[in-house]
């Protein structure tokens, strides 16, 4: 039905910039909230930023200022650009989506997530 693909991850040095994508695909009415959560190990899942379908943004206290979400509602993408990067935003990277989707003549909303993609801080 709907599928999120996150790209852009790596390995990076302390201070160093990476910029995380994810794209939605499938028989998407509408793409309502979008955002990025962080795993790393031995931790739970925690929000990294959010954004609405109006632009609204959230971020969490340990990212802002560093991090910078946004979206291209056309193409049902969203980004994430991470900057001055440190040793603790290691993770693997999640993408969320707060997505509406097309089943015949009704629609039904639902939360989708990606896969994951690595980000290692190190030097």
């Known amino acids: 039905q709907v599928q999120l693909v996150e790209s852009g991850g790596g390995l990076v040095q302390p201070g160093g910039s990476l910029r995380l994508s994810c794209a939605a695909s499938g028989s998407i009415f509408s793409t309502n909230g979008m955002g990025w959560y962080r795993q790393a190990p031995g931790n739970e899942r925690e929000l990294v930023a959010t954004?609405?379908?109006?632009?609204?943004?959230n971020y969490a206290d340990s990212v802002k200022g560093r991090f910078t979400i946004s979206r291209d509602s056309a193409e049902n993408t969203v980004y994430l650009q991470m900057s001055s990067l440190k040793p603790e935003d290691t993770a693997a990277y999640y993408c969320y989506g707060d997505i509406t989707i097309a089943i015949g003549r009704s629609s039904v909303r639902r939360d989708y997530w990606g896969r994951g993609t690595q980000v290692t801080v190190s030097s």
């Open positions: 954004i609405t379908s109006g632009g609204s943004t």
